[in-house]
């Protein structure tokens, strides 16, 4: 049986929340599966979490999953439109 599979990894920006003067937003991981073989197609979707972007009266910053501070330049290179999200905060 001959079997195809791809992968497609995409890290965006969701949802903004505000809580009191401290506004997040997440940035998540979305991976999608797929494969076809002779007798079967199958899919599969993940979103998991990849950083955390703070704005409070300290300024912005940004920590990634294991809480540990990641450069706002290497999201901004990774995560298409983030630039315009960060303006609307």
């Given at each position: 049986m001959l079997e195809r599979t791809r992968h497609t990894e995409t890290v965006r920006a969701?949802?903004?929340?505000?809580?009191?003067a401290v506004m997040?937003?997440?940035?998540?991981?979305?991976?999608?599966?797929?494969?076809?073989?002779?007798?079967?197609?199958?899919?599969?979707?993940?979103?998991?979490?990849?950083?955390?972007?703070?704005r409070d009266a300290g300024g912005l910053w940004a920590i990634d999953t294991d809480a540990a501070a990641v450069s706002l330049e290497a999201l901004r290179q990774r995560v298409p439109g983030l630039d315009t999200v960060l303006a609307a905060m």
């Open positions: 969701g949802t903004p929340v505000t809580h009191g997040l937003l997440p940035i998540e991981r979305v991976v999608l599966h797929s494969g076809r073989g002779n007798t079967r197609v199958w899919f599969s979707a993940i979103k998991e979490p990849y950083a955390l972007i703070v």
